[in-house]
């Protein structure tokens, strides 16, 4: 008798029985494996398609400060106030004041010939140089790697800048500077030879270069107020948008990148939150499917129910039998999922490469989620198998058999 026999024993046997009735059903098992699939693939499949395409997305546009920037457009006098109050607005991200366009190249040099390079101003969190020192001080320069490169140069090493006037009346005037090579940009972040200067070197080189100006040294002290642009990011691609209106309403006139792409971060946003709303849905259904499916089974299986307990199986141990059929039927359908999972995840990729044209919006699977969806299907159709048959406890077993 089963009464008789150790627990762990009961438990075999009790699973025992449970493959051998599926298996003598196998065609509703069959049905029901593929009823759960389709409740659980889809929620599994989306989940890893937002842990993947859409966050990496996301996360990519974030990333590029490019898609932060509020270009201004043309020029006009800005105070070094000016700068400080746009710095104090909450959607400011960076702010970084810039001479005029027309005094945009530097000449250096290290050896042989000097070198004209494009010239911008930098600061500290500057998002163009990514994780690249700014230089923090007028004897720091950061070049690209391009502009060390023709320079002969690497971090560390001193260049001269040449600054070159001719006063209206008198011979060209020239000013040699040493600056300290404060970190290299790498090849990835910038291509193009450029030069980044500390903003009081720039604007002090700007007033220098006026011809008439008489200046003797390219320092700018604080107010001598030589800006006719400057670079600004908002501190997130959506709020870019609203940080371009306030700078019109302040009299810039302004253009962005990020209208597009702050409609695409929404539109992540909203996908995500269809994503969730899926796999709940899923899960809420799974939950009934397995409910279901397992009150059928035990309405089906009261002859079987009363052969069981005649041999021995308290009605816990009947209870195991269906909660075991149903962890049986989910597991099953949670690895078909699985199994179909990974061609599918070829096909988003593919999609993601040809469409996002991004190399990091691909999906790969992420043993968490996988651990965090088997954790979740099993505990669901455990309840569930379990309050489906808990009715068992009210069957009258005896007479059951007798009708049997």
């Given at each position: 008798?089963?009464?008789?026999?150790?627990?762990?024993?009961?438990?075999?046997?009790?699973?025992?029985?449970?493959?051998?009735?599926?298996?003598?059903?196998?065609?509703?098992?069959?049905?029901?494996?593929?009823?759960?699939?389709?409740?659980?693939?889809?929620?599994?499949?989306?989940?890893?398609?937002?842990?993947?395409?859409?966050?990496?997305?996301?996360?990519?546009?974030?990333?590029?400060?490019?898609?932060?920037?509020?270009?201004?457009?043309?020029?006009?006098?800005?105070?070094?106030?000016?700068?400080?109050?746009?710095?104090?607005?909450?959607?400011?991200?960076?702010?970084?004041?810039?001479?005029?366009?027309?005094?945009?190249t530097?000449?250096?040099?290290?050896?042989?010939?000097?070198?004209?390079?494009?010239m911008?101003?930098?600061a500290?969190?500057?998002?163009?140089?990514?994780?690249?020192?700014?230089?923090?001080?007028?004897?720091?320069?950061t070049?690209?790697?391009?502009?060390?490169?023709?320079?002969?140069?690497?971090?560390?090493?001193?260049?001269?800048?040449?600054?070159?006037?001719?006063?209206?009346?008198?011979?060209?005037?020239?000013?040699?500077?040493?600056?300290?090579?404060?970190?290299?940009?790498?090849?990835?972040?910038?291509?193009?030879?450029?030069?980044?200067?500390?903003?009081?070197?720039?604007?002090?080189?700007?007033?220098?270069?006026?011809?008439?100006?008489?200046?003797?040294?390219?320092?700018?002290?604080?107010?001598e107020?030589?800006?006719?642009?400057?670079?600004?990011?908002?501190?997130?691609?959506?709020?870019?948008?609203?940080?371009?209106?306030?700078?019109?309403?302040?009299?810039?006139?302004?253009?962005?990148?990020?209208?597009?792409?702050?409609?695409?971060?929404?539109?992540?946003?909203?996908l995500?939150?269809?994503m969730?709303?899926s796999?709940?849905?899923?899960?809420?259904?799974?939950?009934?499917?397995?409910?279901?499916?397992?009150?059928?089974?035990?309405?089906?299986?009261?002859?079987?129910?009363?052969l069981?307990?005649?041999?021995?199986?308290?009605?816990?141990?009947?209870?195991?039998?269906?909660?075991?059929?149903?962890?049986?039927?989910?597991?099953?359908?949670?690895?078909?999922?699985?199994?179909?999972?990974?061609?599918?995840?070829?096909?988003?990729?593919?999609?993601?490469?040809?469409?996002?044209?991004?190399?990091?919006?691909?999906?790969?699977?992420?043993?968490?989620?996988?651990?965090?969806?088997?954790?979740?299907?099993?505990?669901?159709?455990?309840?569930?198998?379990?309050?489906?048959?808990?009715?068992?406890?009210?069957?009258?077993?005896?007479?059951?058999?007798?009708?049997?």
């Amino acid at each position: 008798m089963m009464r008789s026999l150790p627990f762990v024993a009961r438990l075999l046997t009790v699973a025992h029985w449970a493959m051998a009735d599926l298996r003598r059903d196998v065609a509703i098992s069959v049905m029901s494996v593929l009823l759960l699939f389709l409740l659980i693939g889809p929620p599994l499949f989306l989940e890893v398609l937002r842990a993947g395409v859409v966050e990496s997305w996301a996360a990519a546009l974030q990333a590029d400060p490019r898609n932060r920037e509020v270009m201004i457009i043309g020029e006009r006098p800005v105070s070094d106030a000016e700068i400080a109050d746009l710095s104090d607005l909450p959607l400011t991200g960076f702010i970084v004041p810039e001479p005029s366009t027309f005094i945009s190249t530097v000449r250096l040099q290290a050896q042989g010939r000097p070198m004209a390079m494009n010239m911008r101003t930098s600061a500290p969190g500057d998002p163009l140089l990514g994780d690249t020192p700014a230089p923090t001080s007028p004897e720091q320069v950061t070049l690209t790697h391009a502009a060390a490169l023709a320079l002969g140069v690497s971090r560390g090493d001193e260049v001269q800048m040449t600054l070159r006037r001719r006063p209206r009346e008198g011979p060209q005037e020239n000013l040699t500077i040493l600056l300290r090579v404060a970190a290299i940009v790498p090849q990835e972040v910038w291509s193009e030879e450029v030069a980044f200067l500390n903003p009081a070197r720039a604007a002090g080189a700007a007033l220098w270069l006026q011809p008439g100006s008489g200046r003797q040294n390219a320092l700018a002290e604080l107010g001598e107020d030589v800006w006719r642009s400057f670079r600004i990011y908002a501190t997130e691609v959506r709020q870019a948008p609203l940080l371009a209106q306030e700078l019109t309403r302040q009299g810039f006139e302004t253009r962005i990148a990020s209208e597009q792409v702050a409609l695409l971060v929404n539109l992540s946003d909203g996908l995500r939150s269809l994503m969730r709303i899926s796999v709940i849905g899923g899960m809420g259904g799974l939950s009934v499917a397995v409910w279901l499916l397992q009150v059928l089974s035990v309405a089906r299986h009261r002859r079987e129910i009363a052969l069981m307990a005649a041999a021995g199986l308290d009605r816990a141990g009947l209870i195991t039998f269906f909660v075991l059929q149903g962890l049986m039927l989910s597991l099953l359908a949670l690895l078909l999922a699985i199994m179909c999972l990974f061609p599918m995840l070829r096909f988003s990729n593919a999609f993601a490469d040809r469409f996002l044209q991004s190399a990091d919006a691909s999906a790969g699977v992420d043993p968490m989620i996988l651990a965090s969806a088997a954790a979740a299907v099993l505990s669901l159709s455990l309840t569930a198998a379990a309050v489906a048959a808990w009715r068992i406890r009210r069957f009258d077993l005896s007479a059951d058999l007798r009708a049997d």
